[in-house]
């Protein structure tokens, strides 16, 4: 049990520090018109993670016998993949944000 609540509090805590940093990002990206869809969208792809990763897990494990390893590797070709794709984005912020953020405050 102890290896299980380090396990699910170092998930819980890696979750705190992606979703701050990654609200501050949108808001920076996209307009106030297509914020809240950018977030939405932001969490779906979250839980859908979250739901996915144990799913999938299980059926490599139990229905196609590959060890844990082999699971890791499988994965990491996608993570890899995003790391990449990110990466190789060029942030180019919202106009309504930069007219926002060099607005003097009165």
Sequence with gaps: PVMLIIAV???YINTTIYHSSSYSLLSKL???RNISKAIGIQDIGDNFGKAIGPI???????VF????RQVYLFWSIPILFGIIVMLTIKVKPAT?????????IT
């Design 9 to 11: 509090s170092l998930f």
């Design 96 to 104: 309504e944000t930069l007219i926002l953020a060099t607005k003097p």
């Design 65 to 68: 016998a590959l060890s844990w």
């Design 56 to 62: 999938s897990l299980s059926i490599f494990l139990g």
């Design 30 to 32: 996209f307009s106030k």
